[in-house]
């Protein structure tokens, strides 16, 4: 690997990290030693790279810091395009239009050798026929989610019993053929998951609930070790 782009793999591997990185966890993922790494250390924060940290202890990108824009390697572009692709083909239609507009921003800005992966991608993601209709604007739920909104629905069952609740949506989740809303329920006083497909009617109530998105988002992923949820 060039010096170059091991030093940009550096930054990358520390942007990702949410902890200190080891020498040794670096020296590993990009096979040289970890003399290599501490002399690469050295010579960013000499380029006035914002890492802090120290042998034996790790190391940090401090926030602020970034790279110019779409430095992307061959298998970076492929990741976007695949992921891209799926999102068309599976997203509400808001999302999908956001794929199709990335795929064409990436396709200008990145280098010539790098725009065949695009123009005629060898990765795919095909569409699934059998993907459930939405019964719920998924633009206006994700909206409410960024904005910690109530929403009121009127939800059936899989056995077709309908039930009224007022939720507190913080999440969906994109399946093969279906989509979730996850939310907090207040009928239920529990987190519970909603098939888009199964909503009869919805109200966007523009009513903040009382906790952070992601604060239940948080508190979700610690429950998700109990029992599956019944709607």
């Known amino acids: 690997m060039r010096r170059a782009d091991r030093l940009f793999q550096i930054i990358q591997i520390l942007r990702r990290g949410s902890r200190p990185v080891t020498a040794d966890a670096i020296a590993a993922e990009l096979e040289t030693s970890k003399r290599t790494v501490y ?43 695949l992921g891209a692709q799926w999102v068309a083909t599976r997203g509400d239609p808001a999302l999908a239009k956001a794929a199709q507009d990335l795929v064409a921003k990436i396709g200008a800005a990145v280098p010539e050798h790098l725009r065949p992966l695009i123009l005629d991608p060898a990765v795919r993601s095909h569409r699934r026929w059998d993907l459930a209709e939405d019964k719920l604007d998924m633009a206006r739920a994700r909206a409410a989610i960024h904005a910690g909104e109530k929403v009121w629905l009127r939800y059936a069952d899989e056995q077709g019993r309908e039930t009224e609740r007022t939720i507190w949506p913080f999440a969906v989740g994109y399946l093969d053929a279906v989509r979730l809303l996850v939310a907090w329920c207040e009928l239920r006083a529990d987190f519970r998951t909603f098939r888009t497909d199964r909503v009869v009617e919805a109200k966007f109530l523009q009513e903040r609930y009382p906790e952070r998105p992601g604060i239940l988002r ?14």
Do not use: C, H, S
């Not at 948080?218 to 709607?231: C, D, L």
């Open 39 to 81: 002399r690469d250390i050295a010579d960013l924060i000499g380029q006035r790279v914002p890492i802090r940290g120290e042998a034996g202890v790790g190391y940090v990108l401090e926030g602020g810091f970034d790279l110019p824009p779409l430095m992307l390697t061959a298998d970076e572009v492929e990741v976007a395009v």
């Open 218 to 231: 948080a508190r979700w992923r610690k429950a998700m070790n109990r029992e599956p949820y019944p709607a």
